[in-house]
Each structure stands twice: as C-alpha cells, then as structure tokens.
C-alpha cells in the first residue's frame, strides 16, 4: 500500500490550503491526518471512516479543518482554513483500520504517507 501526500507549501497566517493524499488501495476502514511539528509528538488532526460515516477532529483543528474522502479516485484530502503559525508541521497521511478508540492514535494506523510540510507565517 503506497499513500502519496501532496500540497503542503508557505502560507500567511489567515490562509488556507488543501491537502490531498493519493491511496494505491481503498481496503481500510479508516484513513486519517497527523501532524509533528520539530521537537514535538505526532498529533491527531482528524480521521474519516467508514466511508464518511463517520469524521473524527482533533481539538485544535476542530471548526477549521475539514476532511473529505474520494473513493472513486482513492483520496483523501484535508483542507485547513484559517491557518494559524501553530499549525506549522509536517502533515501525514494513514490508513489502517483502529477499533474505534484507537481511531486518534498514530498506533492505529498500519500505512503511512512520506509527508508534507506546512509552513504558516505570523
């Protein structure tokens, strides 16, 4: 399973972008956005499952992150608004399928995306 990230790029605090993330297999339950900014852990920004039954938000995206799912063209996009300096990171994607309490947690998820930096001046 390959999952290619894309998108990520120097935006002004305020603005927005869109990410997208290309799966080679549309055979997991759940496909979700983590993030690790430098120096800190990995942190949940939000999961879809079942196909868009049901979306999941990490705290500090909720209200300006939006996650949607193609399943014709196996992808998955983020798009963040109002982006803000602390939204600064390295964005990832994943797939796998966590029970349900694990959906927010980097060990859930089995395949990774390489990565794509955001990058948002104050």
């Known amino acids: 399973v390959q999952l290619q990230a894309s998108g990520g790029g120097l935006v002004q605090a305020g603005g927005s972008l869109r990410l997208t993330c290309a799966a080679s297999?549309?055979?997991?339950?759940?496909y979700g956005w983590f993030r690790q900014a430098p120096g800190k852990e990995r942190e949940f920004v939000g999961a879809i499952v079942k196909s868009a039954s049901k979306i999941y938000y990490g705290d500090s995206v909720k209200g300006r992150f939006t996650i949607a799912r193609d399943n014709a063209k196996n992808t998955l996009y983020l798009d963040m608004n109002g982006l803000k300096p602390e939204d600064t990171a390295v964005y990832y994607c994943a797939a796998g399928n966590p029970i349900i309490s694990y959906v927010s947690l980097s060990e859930g998820y089995s395949y990774w995306g390489q990565g794509t930096q955001v990058t948002v001046s104050s």
């Open positions: 297999e549309r055979t997991f339950r759940s």
